[in-house]
C-alpha cells in the first residue's frame, strides 16, 4: 500500500466502522449516563421539594399549636382574672356585711344601755324621792300636810337634780 | 527524475512553518499579556488563542502536505 | 535497508488480509485493523464504566460521569441550545482521537506478533501500534463525517430555506466563498489532524533510530501525548464552532 495515496476501501471501512462505534457508544455510554443522571438530579430535586413541603407543614402546623396554645393561655388568664374579681367582690361584700351587722349591734348595745340607764335614773329618782320624803317626815312629823310635803320635796329633788 | 530537486522543493514548501512559528508566537505573547493583566478571563483567552494557533498552525500543515504531495505524488515525466 | 526506506515503510499503510468483492481484492489495512482495537478498548471500557449504575458514584462511575458532564458543558459552551444533540458524536469522537492519537505509546505491547500465532497470516507481523491518524483515508473521512454533519444539523434546525439563506447572508457576493468554505474546512481538518500526527510520528521515529533507548520516552510526553490529545481536543474543538455556526 502506498503512502499518501487514497484507497477507497479504507475510507469506506473507516466510516462505518465510526458510524458503528458512535452508535454503540450512545447506546451503552452516553445515553445510560445522561439519562442516570437526569434521574438523579429529579429524584434529588423531588427529594428536597418533598423536604421542603414538609418543613412548611410542620411550620403551619406549628403555628396553629401555638396559637391554640396562646388562646388556651389568655382564657386561662382571663378565668384566674375572673375569679380573683369575684373573690374579691365577694370578700367586700361579707366585710360590709359583717361591718354593718357589727354596726346595728353597737347602735342596739347602746340604745339598750341609754334606756337601761333612763330606767335606772328614774327609779333611782323616785327611790330617793321616797326616801327624802320618808326620811322628812320622819323629822317634820305631822305638822305637815302630806300633798304640801310631797310638793315641796319634788321642787327641792328638781333643784337639786337641776343643780 | 531528479529526485534532489524534489527534495529540495519539499524541502521549500516546509519554509511555510515560519509563517506559522512567528505568527503562534505573537499569539501566544500576547495571550501572556492578557492573562497577566486580566488573570479572570484566563479561560476566555486560552480559548481565542488555541482558535488562533490552530488557524495560523494550518499554514504550517499545508506545507508539510505540499512537501509531502512533492516527495510521495508520482508525477508525469 | 536504508533510514528513508524504513521511514517510508513505517509511515505508509499496509494491507494485513483481503477478500475478494465482486472480483477485486480488498485489503483491510493496519489503519481499519488498529480501528478495530481501539473500538473494542472503547466498548469494553465504556461497559466496565457503566455497569450497574448506582445513586451514589464511585470512583469508575465518577469517571464516566465527569466525562460525559464535561462533553455536555463543552458542547452548551460553542453550540448553545439544541447542544445535547452533539454530545454523543463529540464524545465519540474525542475518546477515539485521543486513544487513537496515543496508542503508539502501547508499543511494547506484542499486539502484531500476537495476531501472527494466533492467526497464522505473516502480514501480521508487520503489524504495529501506530496512530492510525496518520493515514490519510481515515482523517479524510473523519473531517467529512464532520462536515456532513455540519450541514445536516443546520438543515435539521433551520430547515432547508434557512440553510440556503445562510449562504448568502449577508450578501451575495460571498455565496462562492461559502460553497468554497466547505471544502476549505474539510481540507484544513483533516490536513491538520493527519500533518500533526503524521509529523510527530516521523519526529519520533528519527529519535528512535538516533537514540533507542530514554530519549524516546521524554520525547514521547510531547509528542505522543500533548500534541494527541490537544489534536484531538483541537478537531472536536473546531467540528463544535462550525456545528455551532450552522445551526445559530
Known sequence: MKFFSFYIPTVVFSAINLLVLYMIMKKILFTPIINFVENRKKLIKDSLDHAEHQKNEAEALRKDYEEQLKAARMAAEKIVEDSRVKAEKQHELLTQVARQEAEEILVKAQEEIQIKKEQMLKELKAEVAGLALAAASKVIEANMDNDKNRRLVDKFLDEAGAA | ?77 | MNLSEELTIAMSPHGLFGFKIFGMEIFVTDTIFLMWIIMAIMIILAMLLTRNLKLVPDGKQNAAEAFVEFMQKFSKDNMGHHSKHFVPYLGTLVLFLAVSNTISIFNILPVGSLMKTITGNEAFGELVLRPPTKDINLTVILALISIILVIFSSIRFKGVKGWLQYHVEPSVILLPFKIMDYFVRTLSLSMRLFGNILGSFILMELVFAVMPAFVPAVFSIYFDLFDGFLQAYVFVFLTSLYIGEAIE
Open chain 2, 1 to 77: 527524475m531528479e529526485t534532489g530537486l524534489f527534495a529540495i522543493a519539499a524541502g521549500i514548501a516546509v519554509l511555510t512553518g515560519f509563517g506559522a512559528g512567528i505568527g503562534i508566537g505573537i499569539a501566544t505573547s500576547r495571550a501572556a499579556e492578557g492573562v497577566s493583566r486580566q488573570p479572570e478571563a484566563a479561560g476566555k483567552i486560552t480559548t481565542i488563542t488555541l482558535i488562533g494557533s490552530v488557524l495560523a498552525e494550518a499554514t504550517a500543515i499545508y506545507g508539510l502536505v505540499v512537501a509531502l504531495i512533492i516527495l510521495f505524488v508520482k508525477w508525469p515525466a
